[in-house]
Each structure stands twice: as C-alpha cells, then as structure tokens.
C-alpha cells in the first residue's frame, strides 16, 4: 500500500486483505473499485463499493460521487482505495480525487506518479479527460501514460 496524500492511500486486493496492515496503517475506510472483489473486514472498516470493471464505459457517471465520499472519509481517516492490483481502477479513482481537489489532471497524475507508476485504462483515461480536460500537444492519454509510468 502506497500514500498518495495525506490519509489517501492506494492499494492491491493484498493490501485490502492484510488486516495487520490495515490497521498498522491507519485505515479508516475503504474504497473497494473492484467488481469481483468481496469487502473482507465489514465489521472492522467502512466500505464504500465501486463495482467497477477494466474498462468500464461507465466510470464517468461516478467520478464527482465517488470523489466527495473520498473527501468525506478522509476527515475522519485515512482512507485505501484499491482494486486487484492498484494498476488501473484505483488509480482512475484517485485521479477523480485529486482532480475534483483543484489539482489538473497532469497534476494529479504527477501526484499519483510519486507513489507508484500505474497504467490506467485508455477507457478511464478518456473519461477523465472528458470531464477534466488538459492543454497539450501531445495525444493526450499518451502524454497522461507517460508521467503515470513513471515513478517519480
């Protein structure tokens, strides 16, 4: 498990299922952005359920929700949002986050970037950049995977 910013973590289904861990690390609350993943401690953490695919077409029609339940946990916690691996779901998710924040979407994929290097689906890329458009040259899901891979 990864801090991205102060009480937002992201993580692996691991991360979610290491109970010692969770609690070593302060968590409050967890954003499980998996469909096929279960909320292992319901009576220990609160859960907030994504029920996301990769891809899913849908992700726009969450993103400014999910981002103010992040911003509601985190007052009172940290707060780890994870999928199966913290490769694409996840980080679609933290993105929203930090980008409903203030921060622009190249801002937050360097944000994230500090953390981990992720990838996340063109298809969620897309759908962030709809909603949080940038000022590039480049193509801009290729401009976004490039400070995404890499750690900085």
Known sequence: ?????????????????DRTSLIDNGVAHIVNCAVELES???KRFSYTRLDLK???ENFHKIIDSTAGIIAKKRESGRVL??????LSRSPAVVLAYLCSTGCSLIQSAETLSKALPTRPNSIFLTQLLDRFPIDTQDEP??????????QG
Not at 81 to 86: D, F, I, K, N, R
Request: with cysteine; glycine share 8%.
């Open 1 to 17: 498990m990864w801090a991205v910013t102060t009480n937002l973590l992201i993580g692996t289904d691991g991360d979610a299922r």
């Open 40 to 42: 292992y401690f319901p």
């Open 81 to 86: 949002v994870h999928c199966h691996g913290a």
């Open 54 to 56: 990769d891809p899913d």
């Open 141 to 150: 899901v290729s401009t976004l995977y490039a400070i995404l891979s890499a």
